[in-house]
T-cell receptor, first 111, second 114 residues
Framework: QKEVEQDPGPLSVPEGAIVSLNCTYS??????FMWYRQYSRKGPELLMY????GNKEDGRFTAQVDKSSKYISLFIRDSQPSDSATYLC???????????FGAGTILRVKS | EAGVVQSPRYKIIEKKQPVAFWCNPI?????LYWYLQNLGQGPELLIR????????DSQLPKDRFSAERLKGVDSTLKIQPAELGDSAVYLC????????????FGEGSRLTVL
């Protein structure tokens, strides 16, 4: 079993839709949770970063962590064609420890 | 401010040939990472440097892979000899080291081994 599971998609939605992206993880020791966005032939860029459980909002993006069920989510409101990319979740136990990435979900927002 | 710079962006070689990738991190970033990303997969850590010291190289296949960061700034990742299965994107990332997970990635070096 992989430490982080993520549905690879692709997920195709119309412009303006609410998008829900999800990951599950197996190790309860993970404390830091991140979402990265990766455009085609580019490196990943950090979107959201959450410590422990709870919600965090940044513009159209909301990250949610439920440590009791080991489930992390990213919601995108009013999705735009420019949001079309691969979204990678990542977890780590503590600062200085290595990030463990999910496989990434391909998102396509159609105009 | 310039981001993480990697070169070459693309490299095609025959199997058993050597190849090297170069990375220049963001100025002032003490921590440097090399990640491997296979098609359709997330990045996997190969090696992490704190300044010039390799503090985590447990995932680096040391029989054919080597890395160095001699002056604690730029870094080189080498593969010798390359195998077909090494075809992938090699990502370099850097961080200040004062926060968890805030890595800044370069655009990657895409290797094709024929």
């Amino acid at each position: 079993q992989k430490e982080v599971e993520q549905d690879p998609g692709p997920l195709s939605v119309p412009e303006g839709a609410i998008v829900s992206l999800n990951c599950t993880y197996s190790n309860s020791a993970f404390q830091y949770f991140m979402w990265y966005r990766q455009y085609s032939r580019k490196g990943p860029e950090l979107l959201m970063y959450t410590y422990s459980s709870g919600n965090k909002e940044d513009g159209r993006f909301t990250a949610q962590v439920d440590k009791s069920s080991k489930y992390i989510s990213l919601f995108i409101r009013d999705s735009q064609p420019s949001d079309s990319a691969t979204y990678l979740c990542a977890v780590t136990m503590e600062y200085g420890n290595k990030l463990v990435f999910g496989a990434g979900t391909i998102l396509r927002v159609k105009s | 401010e310039a981001g993480v710079v990697q070169s070459p962006r693309y490299k095609i070689i025959e199997k058993k040939q050597p190849v090297a990738f170069w990375c220049n991190p963001i100025s002032g970033h003490n921590t440097l990472y090399w990640y491997l990303q296979n098609l359709g997969q997330g990045p996997e850590l190969l090696i992490r440097y704190e300044n010039e010291e390799a503090v985590d190289d447990s995932q680096l296949p040391k029989d054919r892979f080597s890395a160095e960061r001699l002056k604690g700034v730029d870094s080189t990742l080498k593969i010798q000899p390359a195998e077909l299965g090494d075809s992938a994107v090699y990502l370099c990332a850097s961080s200040l080291g004062n926060g968890a997970g805030e890595l800044f990635f370069g655009e990657g070096s895409r290797l094709t081994v024929l």
